[in-house]
């Protein structure tokens, strides 16, 4: 049968034409895409077929295909049904074993050069990728084979663009993202422990919009996702300004929401658009929450950034990366207690 478009699917279960317009509305604004901008959006998904996407898990913990099952715009079912054609995925798929790994098998080679793979989850290469099988073949085994006819790969997740927690040190089973082992096909990013859902939704429209994959920085993350600091639109950024931190858990500045630079706050180092797009349906993210981000969207976070809960002392670069810093506030904060958090 042929594969409907986006559109067709999404009309079959209900969603009005006021709604479609809102959704595509929506991903223009997370893609950073002006209104002119949502006419074509709206037409691809109108004429273009779903996407076929084939996910391969690795070396997770299925965190990045929890925080896809809490979509709400559009709902996971939505986007299984209706957004793409996800024909292989073995949380949420009903076949098992042989009958799986045949869907897997099929896919492949039934939608040749068209599909798109999503990588969750680093790859062991140590001991010739022994410590992550499937099926009795090794993951790096599986992901050569699965991505040679694909038309793009994302990966999704800190583990797999960076290595993430398998990597980190010392990284007995050899663990390595997806670009350090596809070279021959495009790769793109979405690093977060977990990412947000909206941007791998957004990523998956521009491709199937525009026939290609968004620009990226030099780790391969998409600008609109990772091309400004955490600090620079984080609501407790005046406080920063103004010297205004929370010294200790639950005290007076961490009630009133002040800076969390001194609890160990990462944001004037992470590159991701949470403190906009935020979680679950927009309500919060974690430094709106009162938790101090801990880059979860950078490389090797878990050995660089920690221990996450200390002050950052020294960070190269960080006045220029944190634009516009009070610095007079900065040395005030650090050299007097005019603005101590009193009970």
Not at 224 to 236: Q, S, T, V, Y
Not at 286 to 302: D, R
Not at 318 to 332: E, N, P, Q, R, W
Request: proline share 6%; net charge positive; glycine share 10%.
């Amino acid at each position: 049968m042929e594969r409907k478009t986006i559109y067709e699917g999404l009309v079959r279960q209900g969603v009005s034409r006021r709604d479609f317009l809102k959704f595509c509305a929506t991903t223009a604004a997370v893609l950073g895409l002006s209104s002119s901008f949502v006419p074509q959006i709206a037409d691809a998904m109108e004429k273009k077929e779903k996407p076929v996407v084939v996910w391969l898990h690795f070396q997770d913990c299925t965190g990045c295909s929890e925080s896809v099952l809490r979509a709400t715009k559009p709902t996971i079912g939505q986007i299984v049904l209706d957004v793409v054609s996800l024909e292989y995925h073995e949380t949420i798929m009903a076949a098992a074993g042989h009958q799986a790994e045949k869907s897997l098998h099929d896919a492949i080679h039934k939608y040749k050069g068209k599909y798109l793979v999503v990588v969750e989850g680093s790859i062991p290469t140590k001991d010739g990728g022994l410590y992550c099988c499937i099926g009795g073949r090794a993951a790096v085994d599986i992901l050569k084979e699965v991505s040679k006819d694909a038309a793009a790969i994302i990966a999704i997740g800190s583990c797999a663009t960076y290595g993430g927690i398998p990597a980190a040190k010392p990284n007995p089973t050899g663990a390595v993202g997806v670009r350090d082992i596809i070279k021959d096909k495009p790769v793109i990013n979405l690093p977060g422990c977990p990412p947000n859902v909206e941007n791998f939704t957004a990523t998956v429209v521009y491709f199937l919009t525009f026939g290609k994959l968004p620009n990226t920085d030099n780790l391969g993350r998409p600008l609109f996702a990772h091309g400004i600091l955490i600090h620079d639109n984080c609501e407790r950024r005046g406080h920063f300004d103004t010297g205004e931190f929370v010294k200790s858990w639950g005290d007076k500045g961490h009630r009133l929401g002040w800076c969390l630079y001194e609890m160990g706050c990462k944001g004037p180092f992470a590159y991701q658009n949470c403190p906009t797009i935020r979680w679950n349906d927009g309500t919060s993210w974690p430094v709106m929450a009162g938790h101090p981000c801990v880059a979860c969207s950078e490389p090797n976070f878990w050995d660089v950034n920690a221990p996450f809960y200390a002050r950052v002392e020294n960070k190269e670069n960080f006045f220029a990366k944190a634009s516009k810093i009070g610095l007079g506030a900065m040395a005030v904060a650090g050299l007097t207690s005019k603005k101590e958090n009193k009970e």
